[in-house]
């Protein structure tokens, strides 16, 4: 299973996220360096955990429209690989993305404009270079559902694999932030089922090591966390015992 860690970034910062509650973000204070600056903040990761595929989520891009063009070139010109949300609401918006160096686009529910956008971004990227970002809060779809025609979670990542995507990340963002425990493993053990080819991702609400392990035994592919790396909860030992 995929450890991949995540950097929030708001106005140029990492920041903390809780419970999806955008207003109340703050700059990430962590155990690992000081500062709350994206590159900073990636190479001690990297340091500290030997990860250096990351996961960002761009929210002055997804909120303002704003894209961090000069954090993401810079962690890309570090070696990161990066899968960024941008806040892509069709194909076009992509291309400063793939321009400055993200490894991969992340199409979300919450902006993306329909199904017919993600066949397109599909068909100009590859499947490889796509993640379809199935957003909800408390269990139900973030953004315009009618766009897709559903309100049904796995109904609407039906559709996103009908579009070609082969890469799933399966998200509540009530949790993010809050150690309070995945709730999303019924609905990936559903994707995984109806779709047993497809990768899957999730997160969100990461304690420590024992909820690793539960969604390793899991069917997921890999998982995002962000503030259990930083206050200590997960140490490298218990990774590598993980991996092994």
């Keep these: 299973m995929r450890i991949v860690p995540v950097l929030d970034v708001m106005e140029g910062r990492v920041v903390r996220g809780v419970a999806g509650r955008r207003e109340e973000y703050r700059p990430m204070e962590s155990a690992l360096t000081d500062g709350c600056d994206a590159l900073p903040i990636a190479q001690a990761i990297r340091t500290r955990f030997g990860l250096s595929r ?3 989520a761009d929210l002055d891009a997804i909120l303002h429209g704003a894209p961090n063009i000069d954090i ?3 962690l890309s010109d570090a070696g990161f690989a990066m899968t960024v949300d941008a806040g892509i609401h069709r194909y076009e918006d992509a291309a400063p993305i793939v321009a400055a160096g993200a490894h991969q686009i992340v199409a979300g529910l919450e902006t993306l404009d329909g199904p017919q956008e ?3 971004l599909v068909e100009q990227l590859g499947a490889s270079r796509v993640v379809f970002s199935l957003d909800l809060r408390e269990g139900r779809p973030l ?3 009618a766009r897709w025609n559903e309100y049904d979670p796995c109904a609407i990542a039906g559709q996103a694999i009908e579009a ?3 890469q799933l990340i399966v998200l509540d963002i ?3 932030g809050t150690a309070a425990g995945v709730p999303t493993l019924p609905l990936c053990a559903e994707i995984r089922r109806a779709w047993p080819h497809v990768a899957i991702i999730t997160g969100g609400g990461i304690r420590g090591i024992e909820d690793l392990k539960r969604l390793d035994s899991a069917i997921v592919d890999g998982v995002l966390i962000a503030s259990a790396l930083h206050n200590g909860s ?3 030992a218990e990774l590598d015992a993980l991996a092994h």
């Design 54 to 56: 990351f996961y960002l």
């Design 72 to 74: 993401l070139r810079s």
């Design 118 to 120: 993600l066949s397109d």
């Design 143 to 145: 953004g315009n559902a």
């Design 164 to 166: 070609g995507c082969t």
């Design 174 to 176: 009530a949790r993010v």
């Design 234 to 236: 997960i140490r490298p």
